[in-house]
């Protein structure tokens, strides 16, 4: 099931399994980013 299907329906388990899959890309996004960065500024 996708959300571009006619099928889907935004339930409470959808809501609260996209929210944690996003907020667990994002942490993980900024944590990959701040370690790049730290390490290109150590790198100077």
């Known amino acids: 099931m996708f959300p571009f299907c006619?099928?889907?329906?935004?339930?409470?388990?959808?809501?609260l399994f996209f929210g944690g899959m996003w907020y667990t890309i994002i942490i993980l996004g900024l944590g990959m980013t701040y370690c790049i960065f730290k390490s290109i500024t150590q790198l100077w």
């Not at 935004?10 to 809501?15: E, R, T, V």
């Open 6 to 15: 006619f099928e889907w329906v935004w339930d409470a388990g959808h809501l």
